[in-house]
């Protein structure tokens, strides 16, 4: 299975109600909504992978506007961390994709070089693994 997003999403840190109880911040929700609208427009509605999954996380970020013209393109060292796009990636893909989170077996998040691009994009590609 394989989707493309055209934002980059992040895990937040959860919020705390001042009677103790947690919950997922307003944008975390959005984020979550967009990126199974995208999956089920890509991939259809399938079943969730039973077995072990690989994920791949591929991040292309653009970059700022105050940026000179000709550096055309940047190391990619600025927040968010490559490992929490992954996690909100793969909270989304829970029970959709695959039953939960703890299958996954291998996990690469890559942030691509910065360059002058229309918008963020993020590709997720999500294989079973054989034994």
Known sequence: MRFEIDFTPTKRRPRIKRNGQSYDPKENQREKRAMVAAFNAQCGSVAPF???????????????????????REFDTYKPDADNIAKAVLDAMNGLAF??????????????????RESDMVAVEIEEVAR
Request: no cysteine; hydrophobic share 30%.
């Open 50 to 72: 039973e077995g072990a999954v690989s994920v791949k996380v591929d991040i292309y970020r653009r970059m700022p506007k105050n940026r000179p013209k000709k550096l055309l």
């Open 99 to 116: 039953v939960d989170d703890s299958q996954v077996v291998s996990l690469t998040a890559t942030k691509h070089d910065r360059t002058h």
